[in-house]
Protein backbone atom coordinates (compact mmCIF):
# COMPACT_ATOMS: atom_id res chain seq x y z
CA UNK A 1 0.00 0.00 0.00
CA UNK A 2 1.25 3.54 -0.87
CA UNK A 3 1.52 5.63 2.13
CA UNK A 4 -0.09 9.41 1.56
CA UNK A 5 1.96 12.14 2.58
CA UNK A 6 0.37 14.59 5.44
CA UNK A 7 0.67 17.45 4.77
CA UNK A 8 0.71 19.73 7.95
CA UNK A 9 -2.40 22.72 7.60
CA UNK A 10 -1.42 25.96 6.86
CA UNK A 11 -1.60 28.31 9.69
CA UNK A 12 -2.11 31.91 9.21
CA UNK A 13 -1.36 34.13 12.35
CA UNK A 14 -0.19 38.35 13.16
CA UNK A 15 2.87 38.92 15.09
CA UNK A 16 4.28 42.33 16.33
CA UNK A 17 7.94 41.50 17.03
CA UNK A 18 9.29 43.68 19.66
CA UNK A 19 12.67 44.18 18.55
CA UNK A 20 13.96 47.04 20.63
CA UNK A 21 16.12 45.13 22.97
CA UNK A 22 18.09 43.50 21.26
CA UNK A 23 18.68 46.76 19.13
CA UNK A 24 20.37 48.36 22.99
CA UNK A 25 22.97 45.46 22.76
CA UNK A 26 24.79 46.28 19.16
CA UNK A 27 26.77 48.58 17.54
CA UNK A 28 25.26 51.14 15.45
CA UNK A 29 26.76 50.09 12.04
CA UNK A 30 25.15 46.33 12.74
CA UNK A 31 21.51 47.07 14.08
CA UNK A 32 19.16 46.21 10.68
CA UNK A 33 20.95 42.96 10.14
CA UNK A 34 20.46 41.78 13.57
CA UNK A 35 16.92 43.21 13.63
CA UNK A 36 16.26 40.64 10.36
CA UNK A 37 17.87 37.81 12.51
CA UNK A 38 15.65 38.22 15.40
CA UNK A 39 12.78 38.62 13.68
CA UNK A 40 13.46 35.07 12.22
CA UNK A 41 14.32 33.50 15.51
CA UNK A 42 11.34 34.94 16.79
CA UNK A 43 9.30 33.66 14.24
CA UNK A 44 11.27 30.21 14.39
CA UNK A 45 10.49 29.83 18.34
CA UNK A 46 6.61 31.22 17.64
CA UNK A 47 5.81 29.21 14.86
CA UNK A 48 7.31 26.05 15.22
CA UNK A 49 8.80 25.90 11.70
CA UNK A 50 11.76 24.30 10.06
CA UNK A 51 12.42 27.20 7.91
CA UNK A 52 11.37 31.45 7.86
CA UNK A 53 11.47 33.18 4.75
CA UNK A 54 10.65 36.82 4.90
CA UNK A 55 8.52 38.90 2.35
CA UNK A 56 10.31 41.84 0.14
CA UNK A 57 8.29 44.92 2.27
CA UNK A 58 9.40 43.56 5.61
CA UNK A 59 12.51 43.78 4.45
CA UNK A 60 12.09 47.67 3.23
CA UNK A 61 10.48 47.98 6.19
CA UNK A 62 13.68 47.43 8.25
CA UNK A 63 15.79 49.11 5.93
CA UNK A 64 13.92 52.24 5.18
CA UNK A 65 15.55 54.03 7.70
CA UNK A 66 19.00 52.97 7.43
CA UNK A 67 21.35 50.15 9.12
CA UNK A 68 21.58 52.43 12.08
CA UNK A 69 18.34 53.40 12.52
CA UNK A 70 15.85 50.30 12.00
CA UNK A 71 12.41 50.13 13.65
CA UNK A 72 11.65 49.10 17.12
CA UNK A 73 8.71 46.98 16.22
CA UNK A 74 7.43 45.32 13.52
CA UNK A 75 3.72 44.32 13.01
CA UNK A 76 3.83 40.80 10.60
CA UNK A 77 1.54 38.93 9.02
CA UNK A 78 2.77 34.93 9.04
CA UNK A 79 1.93 31.92 6.77
CA UNK A 80 2.94 28.70 7.84
CA UNK A 81 2.56 25.62 5.53
CA UNK A 82 5.00 22.87 5.18
CA UNK A 83 7.42 23.58 7.64
CA UNK A 84 8.19 26.66 6.00
CA UNK A 85 7.12 29.76 7.86
CA UNK A 86 6.35 33.22 5.44
CA UNK A 87 6.05 36.57 6.83
CA UNK A 88 5.38 39.82 4.98
CA UNK A 89 4.45 42.73 6.38
CA UNK A 90 1.46 43.63 7.83
CA UNK A 91 -1.48 44.13 5.46
CA UNK A 92 0.74 43.41 1.95
CA UNK A 93 0.97 40.36 -0.24
CA UNK A 94 4.01 38.12 0.76
CA UNK A 95 6.16 38.87 -2.34
CA UNK A 96 9.40 37.09 -1.67
CA UNK A 97 12.36 38.93 -1.48
CA UNK A 98 15.64 39.08 -3.94
CA UNK A 99 18.61 38.60 -3.51
CA UNK A 100 20.83 40.25 -5.66
CA UNK A 101 23.00 38.42 -8.03
CA UNK A 102 26.99 38.37 -8.02
CA UNK A 103 28.48 40.48 -10.40
CA UNK A 104 31.52 39.37 -12.91
CA UNK A 105 34.68 40.51 -12.00
CA UNK A 106 35.23 43.05 -15.12
CA UNK A 107 38.43 44.61 -16.28
CA UNK A 108 40.52 46.05 -13.73
CA UNK A 109 43.22 47.44 -15.86
CA UNK A 110 42.94 50.23 -18.64
CA UNK A 111 44.72 47.28 -20.63
CA UNK A 112 42.40 44.50 -19.95
CA UNK A 113 39.22 47.05 -20.58
CA UNK A 114 41.12 47.45 -24.49
CA UNK A 115 41.79 43.55 -24.74
CA UNK A 116 37.71 43.31 -23.81
CA UNK A 117 36.65 45.89 -26.42
CA UNK A 118 39.37 44.30 -29.30
CA UNK A 119 38.02 40.44 -28.48
CA UNK A 120 41.64 39.63 -27.27
CA UNK A 121 41.50 36.78 -25.09
CA UNK A 122 43.79 35.38 -22.94
CA UNK A 123 44.74 32.30 -24.19
CA UNK A 124 46.02 33.91 -27.37
CA UNK A 125 47.84 36.75 -25.75
CA UNK A 126 50.18 34.07 -24.00
CA UNK A 127 50.97 31.92 -27.13
CA UNK A 128 51.71 35.08 -28.46
CA UNK A 129 54.05 36.06 -25.96
CA UNK A 130 55.53 32.80 -25.55
CA UNK A 131 56.55 32.73 -29.76
CA UNK A 132 57.93 36.49 -29.00
CA UNK A 133 59.97 35.52 -26.00
CA UNK A 134 61.03 32.39 -28.22
CA UNK A 135 62.37 34.87 -31.21
CA UNK A 136 63.84 37.04 -28.54
CA UNK A 137 65.97 34.10 -27.35
CA UNK A 138 66.92 32.71 -30.49
CA UNK A 139 68.29 36.84 -31.65
CA UNK A 140 70.20 36.61 -28.31
CA UNK A 141 71.99 33.08 -29.08
CA UNK A 142 72.87 34.30 -32.63
CA UNK A 143 74.58 37.69 -31.26
CA UNK A 144 76.43 35.64 -28.77
CA UNK A 145 77.74 32.90 -31.66
CA UNK A 146 78.40 36.44 -33.87
CA UNK A 147 80.41 38.39 -30.86
CA UNK A 148 82.60 35.02 -29.88
CA UNK A 149 84.75 34.65 -33.01
CA UNK A 150 85.24 38.41 -33.17
CA UNK A 151 87.03 38.59 -29.40
CA UNK A 152 89.39 35.11 -30.54
CA UNK A 153 90.45 37.03 -33.57
CA UNK A 154 91.87 40.03 -31.25
CA UNK A 155 95.25 39.94 -29.61
CA UNK A 156 94.98 39.83 -26.33
CA UNK A 157 95.77 42.84 -24.43
CA UNK A 158 98.54 43.75 -22.54
CA UNK A 159 98.00 44.76 -19.06
CA UNK A 160 97.86 47.57 -17.81
CA UNK A 161 101.10 48.97 -16.22
CA UNK A 162 100.48 49.66 -12.68
CA UNK A 163 99.47 53.33 -11.61
CA UNK A 164 102.58 54.43 -9.48
CA UNK A 165 102.16 57.88 -7.20
CA UNK A 166 104.33 59.27 -5.14
CA UNK A 167 103.20 58.60 -1.59
CA UNK A 168 102.25 61.73 -0.01
CA UNK A 169 103.32 62.47 3.45
CA UNK A 170 100.95 63.81 5.70
CA UNK A 171 100.86 66.87 7.21
CA UNK A 172 101.24 67.39 10.99
CA UNK A 173 99.08 69.58 12.31
CA UNK A 174 100.04 72.85 14.00
CA UNK A 175 100.77 72.38 17.84
CA UNK A 176 99.18 74.54 19.79
CA UNK A 177 100.74 76.30 22.91
Known amino acids: MATKKESKPTIER ?9 LNQVVAHKKASRVIRDIKAFLLRHTKADEVKLGMHLNLEVWKHGMKNPPSKVKVHVKVADGVARAELFGKEFKEAVKAEKKEKGPETLKDKIEKKLGVDEKSLK ?6 E ?6 EKEEKKAESPKAEAKPAATPAKPSAKPATKKKAAPKKE
Open 127 to 132: KEEAKV
Open 14 to 22: DYVIPLRKG
Open 134 to 139: KAEAAK
